[in-house]
């Protein structure tokens, strides 16, 4: 986990620089922004309808399997049927 400040952030970010990356990432489909190391996890946890910090306390795999389930169905819907 990355080193954090007596104030939780990470260092040399603030939570608006941390805003707009991410909103700037989300808008481009990750071409542009940077995505924080928390986002995929929180990303999981509301898949799965489960508290984040209830997550955090289980196997990576559930929060993989289910990055990979939402990366699926997000891929599916650009397929378009022959």
């Not at 995929?40 to 984040?52: F, G």
């Not at 990055?67 to 599916?76: G, K, P, Q, V």
């Amino acid at each position: 986990m990355p080193a954090r400040s007596d104030d939780g952030h990470a260092p040399g970010r603030t939570d608006a620089s941390e805003l707009k990356e991410l909103r700037r990432y989300i808008a481009t489909k990750g071409l542009q922004g940077s995505m924080p190391d928390w986002y995929p996890s929180m990303q999981a946890a509301k898949y799965l309808n489960v508290p984040w910090w209830d997550l955090l306390e289980q196997s990576v795999w559930y929060r993989d399997k289910a990055l990979i389930a939402m990366s699926a169905e997000a891929e599916a819907q650009n397929i378009k049927p022959s």
